[in-house]
């Protein structure tokens, strides 16, 4: 049975976001940790849902403090909570995340900015051969929940090595390449949020998958693990 997110996760957090110090902090720390708690199990559940058909390693809730040595905002807590989730074993590539913030509440998956040995992986595999990328990512049931690719970040032109008038040139300029869907704070707090995570993270198996088989071979489709 799946725990359903409160409204008081949302009123918590719109009124760290009104007093973003460390005095409202401290008078309302026991409030935090009665959020907090509630949050890591429904981050828990999402988990045990995913290793329902996924292999999944590990978990990682994020803390609520901010890491502000090298930010202009030196606000010291985040007004949002997320969780990311990491698959198994080397043949598994990428992850899926959840994020609970007031108004603009999403859960994604991919890969977000992959090192430039991936990247330029990836790039070389839709210059070779676009086809299967976009029959998944122009899936209809993949494209009701999450309309195809997320922006991201982009190149204005064609990466150093490439054609620019590539077919495939818009997947290719690509520096990300995610999944994401948002939800409204009434979708998150309705009792279907645990199932409608699930969903999305299940739709999206298709293209994890497919990109790990990307990651883990080379352009002959020789395995690169051992």
Aim: proline share 4%; hydrophobic share 35%; aromatic share 14%.
């Amino acid at each position: 049975m799946s725990i359903q997110i409160q409204p008081s996760v949302f009123k918590f957090l719109n009124a760290l976001k009104e007093n973003n110090n460390r005095e409202w902090f401290a008078d309302n720390k026991e409030w935090f940790q009665e959020e907090d708690a509630q949050l890591k199990i429904f981050f828990t559940q999402v988990m045990e849902g995913l290793k329902e058909t996924d292999l999944i390693e590990d978990m990682k809730a994020y803390r609520i403090y901010r890491d502000v040595r090298f930010s202009r905002d030196k606000s010291p807590y985040k007004i949002y909570r997320s969780c990311s989730y990491k698959r198994a074993t080397e043949a598994l590539r990428g992850g899926y995340h959840v994020e609970i913030t007031p108004n603009t509440s999403f859960v994604a998956c991919g890969f977000w900015q992959p090192n430039k040995e991936d990247l330029f992986r990836i790039r070389k595999e839709f210059e070779m051969d676009s086809e299967e990328i976009q029959q998944i990512i122009n899936h209809p049931e993949l494209l009701e929940i999450y309309g195809g690719f997320y922006q991201g970040q982009t190149l204005k032109t064609a990466p150093k090595g490439f054609d620019k008038e590539h077919p495939a040139i818009e997947l290719i300029r690509k520096k990300d390449f995610m999944l994401m869907r948002t939800f409204t704070d009434k979708e998150v707090l309705a009792p279907d949020f645990y199932q409608k995570v699930l969903l999305s993270f299940q739709t999206a198996r298709p293209f994890l998958d497919y990109m790990s088989s990307v990651l883990t071979t080379n352009l002959n489709g020789e395995s690169l693990i051992d």
